[in-house]
Nanobody
Framework: QVQLVESGGGLVQAGGSLRLSCTAS????????MGWFRQAPGKEREGVAC????????VYVDSVEGRFTISRDNAKNTLYLQMNSLNAEDPAMYYC??????????????????WGQGTQVTVSS
């Protein structure tokens, strides 16, 4: 049984930082492209970042480029999202995802095979 378990969400002031983690089990972690999605109330789920199987390639949505960093530790079956300079556009439920294919802009549409349960990020002004 595949499980993706996120942690690290919470309340942070605008301009602050959070680090999300996602621990995977039940799958061969380094065979999957991994990514983060987010969904704010009343909005569609959007892709935030993805990372290649080796960790050498990453893609970010424009709104987080330069502020967020996705990384992975294949030895620990863990995915990370370092989020800096959080602002009013960032509050959402953040989801970890494992998928097939290649990490690219199109990966966020239809490549995900497994989802985590989500972790909430709230930003106070």
């Amino acid at each position: 049984q595949v499980q993706l378990v996120e942690s690290g969400g919470g309340l942070v002031q605008a301009g602050g930082s959070l680090r999300l983690s996602c621990t995977a089990s039940g799958l061969t972690f380094d065979m999957y492209v991994m990514g983060w999605f987010r969904q704010a109330p009343g909005k569609e789920r959007e892709g935030v970042a993805c990372i290649s199987r080796s960790g050498s390639g990453t893609v970010y949505v424009d709104s987080v480029e330069g502020r967020f960093t996705i990384s992975r530790d294949n030895a620990k079956n863990t995915l990370y999202l370092q989020m800096n300079s959080l602002n009013a556009e960032d509050p959402a439920m953040y989801y970890c995802a494992a998928g097939i294919g290649a990490c690219s802009g199109s990966w966020f549409r239809g490549s995900v095979r497994y989802w985590g349960q989500g972790t909430q990020v709230t930003v106070s002004s």
